[in-house]
């Protein structure tokens, strides 16, 4: 998990802190204001300067300290013992809260001490406690929503690539009588309907009667490069070396054993562009031709 962590990309980070500054800045801003306000309605001048100095030198440092709440979040999300996750959020805080308390009264007294005035922080038990009420719920919101940040990244990243999807199967199952006989569908020559049942012709000059449609056995086989030529005939393109037209408008096949078939004038436009289309260098636009 701590290699998963650590593979978390900076700009993302920087996103981050620029929105925590972002919405600091404009919770300060708001607050200044308020303070100034309300000073003004019981009577005093209305001065923003110093509201909006208070509040700018602790959201700088709460800035400073962003860096510090996501190591210890990273560290909880690495860690899956409770006690590891209590001591490291309670010294998280405490630590926030020690280096807030002395980050922002150190620039408090250093801008006051520039502007020629001084600042009193009036250190006290109470004082301090006030402080870190506050700061315990800066700490706890700042660090949830580094939690829930680092959470759904961790969780895209360790997500498993998606499998590639499977390829057309290399076989098809046909079902002869009892038994099944797995062919290869690129041994196929051609496919036709004899009645009830589905004739597989093949290469080697073994056929296969299956009982079923045509029009089944072509959608199985439209990925194989299988054809019609006829209402009642498949045929394998990648298989036919030759083609003829006849004077009745049909047309004659012959595959590369030197068997024939014959097609349908009315399925010769669909054999003609797929010999164009596997035909990128023009070898068979011949053939192709006779068609048009």
Request: cysteine-free.
């Amino acid at each position: 998990m701590s290699s998963t962590l650590g593979s978390v990309s900076r700009p993302n980070d920087r996103t981050f802190y620029a929105a925590v500054a972002a919405i600091s800045l404009a919770t300060g801003l708001v607050n200044a204001l308020s303070a100034a306000q309300d000073a003004a309605r019981h009577g005093a001048v209305y001065d923003i300067r110093l509201p909006l100095l208070w509040e700018m030198t602790s959201i700088l440092v709460i800035v400073l300290l962003a860096p510090l709440l996501l190591a210890a979040v990273r560290t909880l999300l690495g860690s899956s013992a409770w006690s590891v996750r209590i001591a490291v959020a309670l010294g998280a805080i405490l630590a926030f809260s020690a280096l807030h308390i002395t980050g922002m009264v150190s620039l408090r007294k250093l801008v006051m001490w520039t502007a020629g005035s001084s600042y009193d922080f009036r250190l006290s038990l109470a004082t301090l406690v006030y402080e870190l009420r506050k700061d315990i719920l800066t700490a706890t919101l700042i660090g949830g929503a580094i939690w829930l940040f680092d959470r759904d990244r961790t969780r895209a990243t360790d997500r498993p690539a998606p499998r590639p999807e499977s390829p057309a199967p290399a076989a098809l199952w046909l079902r002869d009588g009892a038994s099944r006989i797995r062919i290869a569908p690129a041994d196929i020559l051609w496919v036709a309907s004899a009645g009830n049942y589905v004739e597989y012709a093949l290469a080697d000059g073994r056929q296969h009667l299956v009982r079923g449609t045509l029009a089944a056995a072509e959608t199985e086989l439209d990925s194989f490069g299988m054809i019609r030529i006829h209402r009642t005939r498949l045929v394998n393109i990648a298989r036919v070396t030759a083609l003829s037209v006849l004077p009745s408008g049909d047309f004659g096949l012959t595959f590369d054993t030197g068997q024939s078939v014959q097609g349908s004038r009315r399925y010769r436009g669909a054999v003609a562009r797929l010999q164009q289309a596997q035909s990128p260098d023009g070898n068979d636009k011949q053939n192709a031709s006779v068609f048009k």
